[in-house]
């Protein structure tokens, strides 16, 4: 049976499909299995009764031989009927259809040629007893043609088997009664044999139709399941006719409504649902609505989601409205404009932050070059005027005096050596460092930075080997920053080597890089694995207990990275704690300087001649 509920609407069939239906069906064998034993017992049944009244009813009149021998035979029939649904009854619903078979028509004409010997015994009984026998076989004729329907042909064996004997023996009489007797019977077993045909056709047809409406049904019911499998999968949307009667919805309908599905079969119509979800009528247009990002109105849902609606018109006055569920897209579009908002305000706080540590560096950069020019004012009155004293140039002071000038001179140096340093640091943070570029010797500006670390850090004992080769090229570089680097490393060399220990300085090509390298290397207390990285890092020391033993504000390696990687080189450094410590800084090969044959530089930074 189909589903009564709204959600299950029954689609009226196309009746191009019941003509193809027809044309497809063909009556299979066991269709009629059950009718037609159910009618051979039947027929078993009216062939005892029957016969068995009528012999009875002559057997009063006549006591002949010839009564009890057709009633014998009428009783062999049955037998043979009975043997014949006994067969068909083990055969089952499969067997051949064998109703139109010559069997059926065998037994059939076999079961009516007894009915028919009847007609050997008129002679022998008086009119009213002929009467009754003719009367008799037209009941059997009669009420064969229906029972025999299923199979015509049998039927119409049947039906002229019974009547021939008595049409024969009314010709034979040779009265005018004996034709129209004749002229009847065989007039009404024509008619019984039509009526016969006609049964059969219409028993037919009816079975056809009842096989084609329960195929149509089967077909009906999987074309609706399969369009509400669509339905619920699709989004949410309801059809409903001209009077707002709901004809079919999707289960998310409901849902995005916050309606129970036993609520929409309830209401049936749209309207009062619409209002009881306390949504507009017109669900176009609401004053609740909202634009999405294509500026499409949004509606919010009972649910607490949000879809957008859109009505549209179908055929035969009914009308669709979906709601396409937009609850995702709009929660995303509401993140995104307050991740937006966010955005928006950290940029703000960024840039003015920016904007702060620029005014601050810019005051840093300033208050530095002021007090650098602050402090070195009177730190070169202090290391001039030392150095005068100490010179004895005006004559000699008292001999205790001697001692502190040096210490006034030296410290001065010493403080003078830091403020350059955090200078330095303050051009490298502001990245104006500038490279002026000339032509270097190494030779010289190792010896020259060798004397100046040694006045500054060494220890008068300390020896300083240093491996230059002859032939060594001339750096393209700034002199100044070479002589720091040199500086810095020799002195840090001198510092943390302890008694006296030797330092070696140098420099060489390397012949398969082109590139200069200039390296220091020292024996004394080396650094830590874990130290090596961060203490080129400004203001890093090795150990706290270092910087205490041997002084230092941990500046100059930060200055001596700055100053190669200013000339795009590299340093690279090998030290082991106890030791000793090698430190490399390496020069690209285009700032080695090439001289052809005729004595021209045809390195990259060569000063180029004006054209
Ligand atoms: P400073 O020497 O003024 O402390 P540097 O930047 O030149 O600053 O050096 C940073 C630290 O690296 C030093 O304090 C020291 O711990 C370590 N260091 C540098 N050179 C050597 C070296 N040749 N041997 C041992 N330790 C060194």
Sequence with gaps: MPDSSPHRVFFPPDPGSVRAISTTIDIPASAFHGSFQKILL????????????????????????????????????????????YIRRQQGAAAAPRWQGPVDIMVAGFSGLVWGAGALGMPQIDTASQLLLV????????????????MPAAGAAFIVNVAWPYAVYFLTQGS???????????????????????????????????????????????AQDELLDIADSSEAFVFFDHAGRMLLWSRRFPALLGLAESDLKRHGALQPLLERAGLPPDLTTSHDAVADDAGRPVLPMPNGGWARASLRDLPHGDRALFLVDVTEQQQASSQLQSQNTRLEELFRE??????????????????????????????????????????????????????????????????????????DLARIEANQIVVQESRVDLAEEIATSIRLASQQFGPASASITVAVPDDLPAL????????????????????????????????????????????????GIGIAKQDQARIFDPFEQAGAHLSRNFGGVGLGLSLVRAFVVAHQGRL??????????LITASFPATRTVNMNDRGEDTSRFAPRRAQ
């Design 176 to 222: 005018v009664i004996g034709y129209g007797m004749a002229a009847l019977i065989v007039g009404y077993v024509g008619a019984m044999i039509v009526a016969n045909r006609v049964l059969h056709s219409i028993m037919v047809r009816n079975w056809r139709l009842s096989s084609e409406n329960t195929a149509l049904y089967d077909r009906i019911r999987k």
């Design 476 to 523: 393209h570089a700034d002199a100044r920053l070479v002589r720091q680097i040199l500086i810095n490393l020799v002195g840090n060399a001198l510092k943390f080597s302890p008694g006296g220990l030797p330092v070696e300085v140098g420099a060489r090509l390397e012949p398969a890089s082109n590139e200069i390298q200039l390296w220091v290397r020292d024996y």
């Design 135 to 150: 009367a008799v076989i037209a009941g059997v004729i009669g009420g064969s043609a229906p029972a025999l329907a299923l």
């Design 572 to 581: 690279a450094i090998d030290s082991e704690p106890g030791k000793g410590t």
């Design 42 to 85: 039947i027929y078993a049944g009216t062939t005892v009764c029957f016969p068995s009244i009528t012999c009875l009813l002559l057997w009063q009149q006549l006591q002949d031989h010839w009564v009890l021998a057709w009633w014998l035979l009428h009783m062999l029939a049955v037998v043979i009927i009975v043997i014949d649904w």
């Design 350 to 423: 960024v840039s003015s932050a920016r904007d702060a540590a620029l005014r601050a560096s810019q005051a840093k950069s300033t208050f530095l070059a002021n007090m650098s020019h602050e402090l070195r004012t009177p730190l070169n009155a202090v290391i001039g005027f030392s150095d005068i004293i100490r010179r004895k140039l005006f004559g000699s002071v008292s001999p205790k005096y001697d001692e502190y000038i040096d210490d006034v001179y030296n410290s001065g140096c010493h403080l003078l050596g830091i403020i350059d340093d955090i200078l």
